[in-house]
């Protein structure tokens, strides 16, 4: 019997901070044991408990693609802690990462559909991977149209700033890079708030357009509305979901809504799944 | 099935053969209270009680247990790496547990032996476990184990039932692990089954007669989750709850769980802890945000969970064998016959604003 509860070890191979206010950084891992990158195999979209021996344990989106072998990549912010002691570590430092936990974006329903992602703040990490997933060589004739809204505060609060930029320069992907406010007069991007460049530049409503959204909970907000204004079905918005974890394989009986449980059932649920399960999230 | 009778001048010494197999369990009485403890050599289960205060959970669910070990120390090779903490997992019995707590166990089960996920701990536990029943000829005022899927004389989850009959026991036969006890104890005075299921079906029904207390079920299967989740009366339901935990620290089929890691030195254990879904903290992000951070929430997350997500989830009753430990110990109080009362007769139109 596997243990569910035992993390794979892994080394901090590389640690970049990814804003200017350093409460954002992505760790890079490599697996101690080379086997144990097969058993860790993942979908964009699932996540995975950091476990820090002595400090406990964090529930992570992952950030990299299954299509980037040799490491996970987790980006996370500062902020109890296991976060705040993962901070202060150092490239070598051994600790552990247990998963892949969750379900993940649908990708069997998205293959062959129009894509619009969603993003904003640091819930951009498993978007990240989603397009770093679907922009493979071997993947992207599956799917129709590439659509990214992303936004921030301002231009140094973004993520993974030099791969927007690489994705902008790209033919086969629309990105529609946002801030809320900048004073850099260099600054050739969208300003405006995730909701309204979401109005502007988002695909109209298709049977065969589906949007992924994820960010703060203000954001989701007041893009849902946009959204139906545009058309979405409501099976056809699809999000992923944040809740106090522990086991993380819907055991510990925290993290539920109603009857599912987010870190087994979810993180990712359709909007007319949500409409349908209790407001207590 | 087969059935043996158990004169209780053999008790003593088929418990001694016993112990030389299993590691035995059962109630015995501290102070004012009985509770399920390891026994002792020689110590003998109190087979007179009525219920423990304490459900018998711990024995296969520790409230606090430990998962792994490791070192911090930088000169060890498997620093930072956790290890499997050392586990006793031989077999061992419970004399005499309640047919309600045996049952609670496979309500559990649904949760840690799932098809996706074991949980290794509990499910080994339960593995190496021989439950031993007594039924219940003299129930609490609060019971309402018929209508909760169990009963006094319920056989679901024991390996044995016994029944009281004065001078000797009435022993059911119930499972492959049940007989491997029967025979590691010597009880081998085989009886006719015909003539003993009849005696334990009198007896049985003598029994479920003496159970008054009733909860209603029937409607909560088709009753709208968003209806009952928004349903006017839990304001009412909890407040007075003052969120001591005491329900589901003493309820046989709460099995929500903490994990922590301890440090002394460079020597660290992840230990699971027993948690409460009344306690803030269950459901705290690290953000700040709470999504059941006032009382009522969790109330109704507790009422909800046993009576409707639970049944919805599996389609196997209530997640409750009606024990009724949470009504007597609660310090407020609250009645989990009564909220189930509520939410099964609820109706949401009756309470609608009409349109106007």
Same mark, same amino acid.
């Given at each position: 019997m596997?243990?569910?509860?035992l993390?794979y070890?892994?080394?901090?191979?590389?640690?970049?901070?990814?804003?200017?206010?350093?409460?954002?950084?992505?760790?890079k891992?490599?697996?101690?044991?080379?086997?144990?990158?097969?058993?860790?195999?993942?979908?964009?979209?699932?996540?995975?408990?950091?476990?820090?021996?002595? +400090?406990?344990?964090?529930?992570?989106?992952?950030a990299s693609?299954?299509?980037? +072998?040799?490491?996970v990549?987790?980006?996370?912010?500062? !902020?109890?802690?296991?976060?705040?002691?993962?901070?202060?570590?150092?490239?070598?430092?051994?600790?552990?990462?247990?998963?892949?936990?969750?379900?993940?974006?649908?990708?069997? !329903?998205?293959?062959?559909?129009?894509?619009?992602?969603?993003?904003?703040?640091?819930?951009?990490?498993?978007?990240?991977?989603?397009?770093?997933?679907m922009?493979?060589?071997a993947?992207r004739?599956?799917? +129709?149209?590439?659509?990214?809204?992303?936004? /921030?505060?301002?231009?140094?609060?973004l993520?993974?700033?030099?791969?927007?930029?690489?994705?902008?320069?790209?033919d086969?992907?629309?990105?529609?890079?946002t801030?809320?406010?900048?004073?850099?007069?260099?600054?050739?991007?969208?300003?405006?708030?995730?909701?309204?460049?979401?109005e502007?530049?988002?695909?109209? /409503?298709d049977?065969d357009?589906?949007?992924?959204?994820?960010?703060?909970?203000?954001?989701?907000?007041?893009?849902?509305?946009?959204?139906d204004?545009?058309?979405?079905?409501h099976?056809?918005?699809?999000m992923?979901?944040?809740?106090?974890?522990?086991?993380?394989?819907?055991?510990?009986?925290?993290?539920?809504?109603?009857?599912d449980?987010?870190?087994?059932?979810?993180? !990712?649920?359709?909007?007319a799944?949500?409409?349908?399960?209790p407001?207590?999230? | 099935?087969?059935?043996?009778?158990?004169?209780?001048?053999?008790?003593?010494?088929?418990?001694?053969?016993?112990?030389?197999?299993? &590691?035995?369990?059962?109630?015995?009485?501290e102070?004012?209270?009985?509770?399920?403890?390891?026994?002792?050599?020689?110590?003998r289960?109190?087979?007179?009680?009525?219920?423990?205060r304490?459900?018998?959970k711990?024995?296969?669910?520790?409230?606090?247990?430990?998962?792994?070990?490791?070192?911090?120390?930088?000169?060890?090779a498997d620093?930072?790496?956790?290890?499997?903490?050392?586990k006793?997992?031989?077999?061992?019995?419970?004399?005499?547990?309640?047919?309600?707590?045996?049952?609670?166990f496979?309500?559990?089960?649904?949760?840690f032996?799932?098809?996706?996920?074991?949980?290794?701990?509990?499910?080994?536990?339960?593995?190496a476990?021989?439950?031993?029943?007594l039924?219940?000829?003299?129930p609490?005022?609060?019971?309402?184990?018929t209508?909760?899927?169990?009963?006094?004389?319920?056989?679901?989850?024991?390996?044995?039932?016994?029944?009281?009959?004065?001078?000797?026991?009435l022993?059911?036969?119930?499972?492959?692990?049940?007989?491997?006890?029967?025979?590691?104890a010597?009880?081998s005075?085989?009886?006719?089954?015909?003539?003993a299921?009849r005696?334990?079906?009198?007896?049985?029904?003598?029994?479920?007669?003496?159970i008054?207390?009733?909860?209603?079920?029937?409607?909560?299967?088709?009753?709208?989750?968003?209806?009952l989740?928004?349903?006017?009366f839990w304001?009412?339901?909890a407040?007075?709850?003052?969120?001591?935990?005491?329900?589901?620290?003493v309820?046989?089929?709460?099995?929500?769980?903490?994990?922590?890691?301890?440090?002394?030195g460079?020597?660290?254990?992840?230990?699971?802890?027993?948690?409460?879904?009344?306690?803030?903290?269950?459901?705290?992000?690290g953000?700040?945000?709470?999504p059941?951070?006032q009382?009522?929430?969790?109330?109704?997350q507790?009422f909800?969970?046993?009576?409707?997500y639970?049944?919805?989830?599996?389609?196997?009753?209530?997640?409750?064998?009606?024990?009724?430990?949470?009504? &007597?110990?609660?310090?407020?109080?609250?009645?989990i016959?009564?909220v189930?009362?509520?939410m099964n007769h609820?109706?949401?139109t009756?309470?609608?604003i009409?349109?106007a």
């Open positions: 596997r243990n569910p509860y993390p070890p892994v080394r901090i191979d590389e640690i970049i901070t990814e804003t200017e206010d350093r409460n954002l950084k992505t760790f891992f490599v697996f101690l044991d080379p086997d144990d990158e097969g058993r860790f195999a993942y979908r964009a979209g699932q996540f995975a408990e950091l476990s820090i021996p002595g +400090k406990g344990e964090i529930p992570i989106g992952i693609s299954p299509t980037e +072998k040799g490491f990549k987790f980006t996370v912010n500062k !902020v109890g802690l296991v976060s705040s002691f993962l901070h202060n570590m150092k490239v070598g430092d051994i600790m552990g990462v247990r998963g892949p936990l969750g379900n993940s974006y649908p990708w069997d !329903v998205l293959e062959g559909k129009n894509v619009v992602i969603i993003g904003g703040g640091f819930a951009f990490t498993t978007l990240r991977a989603s397009i770093v997933y922009l493979e060589p993947n004739p599956k799917f +129709k149209d590439i659509h990214v809204i992303y936004g /921030a505060r301002n231009p140094g609060m993520l993974y700033g030099q791969e927007l930029a690489a994705w902008e320069m790209r086969d992907i629309h990105m529609h890079i801030v809320d406010g900048t004073d850099d007069p260099n600054w050739k991007y969208n300003t405006g708030f995730v909701p309204t460049i979401t502007q530049k988002a695909p109209p /409503a049977p357009t589906y949007a992924i959204i994820c960010g703060p909970p203000i954001m989701i907000k007041f893009t849902q509305p946009v959204l204004k545009l058309g979405y079905g099976d056809q918005i699809i992923s979901l944040e809740m106090r974890m522990k086991c993380g394989i819907g055991i510990c009986g925290r993290c539920n809504i109603g009857k449980f987010v870190c087994k059932d979810g993180p !990712v649920f359709t909007l799944q949500l409409n349908n399960m407001k207590e999230y | 099935m087969k059935f043996v009778k158990i004169d209780k001048k053999e008790w003593a010494a088929g418990l001694d053969r016993l112990s030389a197999a299993y &590691r035995l369990f059962g109630p015995v009485k102070g004012n209270f009985h509770e399920f403890k390891a026994l002792d050599a020689q110590e289960p109190d087979m007179a009680y009525v219920n423990t304490r459900s018998p711990a024995l296969i669910y520790p409230q606090s247990e430990k998962m792994f070990e490791f070192s911090l120390d930088q000169t060890r620093h930072h790496i956790l290890r499997e903490a050392g006793d997992y031989t077999a061992r019995a419970v004399i005499g547990i309640r047919p309600c707590d045996a049952d609670a496979r309500l559990v089960q649904k949760n032996d799932t098809p996706e996920y074991r949980d290794p701990y509990w499910v080994q536990a339960y593995e476990t021989t439950l031993v029943g039924g219940c000829s003299s609490c005022s609060t019971c309402f184990c209508t909760a899927g169990s009963g006094p004389f319920h056989e679901a989850g024991l390996d044995l039932l016994l029944a009281d009959e004065g001078s000797g026991y022993v059911k036969v119930l499972s492959p692990k049940g007989e491997a006890l029967v025979q590691a010597g009880w005075d085989a009886t006719a089954a015909e003539a299921e005696r334990l079906q009198d007896l049985r029904g003598e029994a479920e007669a003496r008054v207390s009733r909860v209603p079920t029937a409607k909560l299967k088709d009753q709208k989750t968003n209806h989740f928004d349903a006017p304001q009412e339901v407040f007075s709850c003052i969120n001591c935990g005491t329900c589901t620290y309820c046989p089929t709460c099995w929500c769980f903490d994990l922590q890691d301890e440090v002394s460079k020597d660290g254990i992840r230990y699971r802890n027993w948690d409460s879904c009344m306690f803030p903290l269950f459901t705290h992000h953000s700040g945000h709470n059941r951070s009382k009522t929430q969790r109330v109704r507790r909800m969970h046993k009576l409707k639970f049944v919805d989830k599996y389609d196997n009753g209530i997640q409750c064998v009606g024990c009724g430990r949470c009504i &007597r110990l609660c310090p407020v109080n609250i009645d016959r009564r189930c009362n509520l609820f109706d949401a009756a309470c609608a009409p349109a």
